[in-house]
């Protein structure tokens, strides 16, 4: 029997009922506060290397090269260039990257505790429960997802450095100079921002829903009602099929046809769908309300 459901109660449930609570909403605030400092990191590393590059072609080595194609070396200098830059961005978001995961994710907690304390609230007439209590597999959840947005936020300057890289030698092979590789280097500054937004409200997004899922686990409430999100451009058409169904944690429904994969909302990339407690009685069963 779901514990939140073990109290006395003054009326009863009818067998064959179902008790929702309400929908676990996760926090925008929270994705725009992990979006900005991850965008404050970028644009550092976006300033300095523009800078840096523009500083390499205004070199009188690259001035040579390019005017009379006589100096090789420009080449040279600019895997040098890149290189440290390479070097000082890894190391800058090696060091900040544990403490933003870490905020991210103890903010993400304390709304899981409140949302899903009210939700559950609603769903059993006014039972106040404890929801912030963290056991070993929200532990697990915890320390696995500060892990991953440690490592996706390390990878961030080497994808980019990567690709500026590559942008300055196709320059200097083609020889045509710092004009022509500004609109590049302005491309790949556009895409390291977006992937850093993607990252911050796909993880936030994941981080919550794992988390209520542990938490309702383990007071008991074995099953969610799927919520589709309505407001994605390109909606999953399975998602969109899933919506208003009610589903087991122990037996999560496919989340993505391709590969299988069985998941909760918001466990697929980009998957903005969301879900609400479920409480089903069995026949033969009665629940007593507050």
């Not at 100096?71 to 961005?89: C, E, G, H, M, P």
Request: aromatic share 6%; net charge positive; hydrophobic share 35%.
């Amino acid at each position: 029997m779901p514990q939140l459901l073990t109290k006395r109660r003054q009326a009863k449930s009818k067998p064959g009922a179902t008790l929702k609570g309400s929908k676990l909403r996760y926090n925008a605030a929270i994705q725009q506060r992990y979006m900005t400092k991850l965008d404050c990191l970028i644009g550092l590393m976006v300033e300095e290397t523009h800078k840096a590059i523009a500083s390499l072609f205004d070199s009188d080595t690259a001035h040579n090269y390019f005017d009379y194609a006589e100096d090789a070396s420009v080449s040279s200098q600019a895997r040098i260039v890149t290189n440290k830059l390479n070097k000082r961005f890894a190391d800058l978001f090696a060091l900040r990257a544990k403490p933003l995961a870490e905020s991210m994710v103890n903010q993400t907690d304390k709304d899981s505790s409140k949302t899903l304390h009210t939700s559950l609230k609603e769903l059993s007439g006014g039972l106040s429960l404890r929801t912030s209590i963290i056991d070993n597999p929200l532990r697990n959840v915890i320390t696995a997802s500060v892990a991953e947005n440690v490592a996706l936020i390390k990878s961030i300057p080497s994808q980019y450095m990567l690709d500026v890289q590559g942008a300055v030698m196709r320059s200097i092979t083609t020889g045509n100079g710092l004009q022509d590789l500004i609109p590049q280097l302005d491309k790949y500054a556009d895409e390291t921002k977006n992937r850093a937004k993607n990252i911050a409200l796909d993880q936030t997004r994941k981080v919550y829903n794992n988390m209520n899922r542990d938490r309702m686990k383990a007071l008991g409430v074995k099953r969610y009602e799927w919520i589709h999100s309505g407001g994605s451009v390109h909606p999953r058409p399975l998602h969109q099929e899933y919506n208003g169904r009610i589903f087991s944690f122990d037996k999560p429904p496919i989340i993505d046809e391709r590969t299988g994969e069985r998941g909760i909302p918001g466990q697929a990339i980009n998957c903005r769908c969301t879900m609400r407690p479920v409480i089903e009685i069995s026949e033969g069963e009665e629940y007593a309300d507050v």
